[in-house]
């Protein structure tokens, strides 16, 4: 019985904090309102609007894979592209969906990327998946830092997709 009391007391002081670890991304200190949008201005000089919004639309095709992740406007006129996409990151024993808004402004040798609205929910955890649980607000510090990795991996994506030569 001793044995018993001493493994269940070794498995309470074990997992009850890394329980609690690991949901320390979506529950803690709120992060600013500013802090959950991410602006960035990229300059390609002597390239025209049509080839930055053409190449711009191709890496939103290439980037958008999964189902949850769509263009939802385009214009060529003016320049815009919106969508939304979905990204997953696993902490702990939890898988978090992280969705926002990207938008792209295009004019001649210049791009203005938007990322902004994020909203989460969980996939799936301590062995359990969960395929109907509802996206709430990113608003804790450490997940809109975690999100801002992301963005700035995107955006890079980006520039490096709009750079690539695309003579044949």
Same mark, same amino acid.
């Given at each position: 019985?001793?044995?018993?009391?001493?493994?269940?007391?070794?498995?309470?002081?074990?997992l009850?904090?890394?329980?609690?670890? @690991?949901?320390?991304?979506? $529950?803690?200190?709120?992060?600013?309102?500013?802090a959950?949008?991410?602006? %960035?201005i990229?300059e390609f000089?002597?390239?025209s609007k049509?080839? +930055?919004?053409? %190449?711009?639309n191709?890496?939103?095709?290439?980037?958008?894979?999964?189902?949850?992740?769509?263009i939802?406007f385009?214009?060529?006129?003016?320049?815009?592209?919106?969508?939304?996409f979905t990204?997953?990151?696993?902490e702990?024993?939890?898988?978090?969906r *992280?969705?926002q808004v990207i @938008?792209?402004?295009?004019?001649?040798?210049?791009?203005?990327?938007?990322?902004?609205?994020?909203?989460?929910?969980?996939?799936?955890?301590?062995?359990?998946y $969960? @395929?109907?649980?509802? $996206?709430?607000?990113?608003?804790?510090?450490?997940?809109?830092?975690k999100a801002? *990795?992301?963005?700035?991996? +995107?955006?890079?994506?980006?520039?490096?997709?709009?750079?690539?030569d695309t @003579?044949?």
């Amino acid at each position: 019985m001793k044995k018993l009391l001493s493994y269940l007391t070794i498995i309470v002081i074990v997992l009850i904090p890394f329980t609690f670890y @690991s949901c320390g991304t979506m $529950y803690g200190v709120k992060g600013t309102e500013d802090a959950r949008n991410f602006e %960035r201005i990229g300059e390609f000089p002597n390239v025209s609007k049509g080839d +930055l919004y053409i %190449r711009a639309n191709s890496w939103f095709v290439a980037t958008f894979v999964s189902a949850e992740s769509v263009i939802e406007f385009n214009d060529k006129e003016s320049g815009k592209i919106m969508g939304k996409f979905t990204y997953e990151y696993g902490e702990g024993v939890y898988t978090y969906r *992280v969705r926002q808004v990207i @938008s792209v402004d295009i004019k001649d040798g210049k791009i203005r990327f938007i990322v902004n609205d994020p909203y989460y929910r969980v996939t799936s955890g301590a062995g359990r998946y $969960y @395929s109907n649980t509802p $996206y709430n607000p990113l608003v804790t510090k450490t997940g809109i830092e975690k999100a801002t *990795v992301e963005w700035n991996k +995107l955006y890079q994506s980006f520039v490096d997709y709009v750079n690539k030569d695309t @003579s044949w």
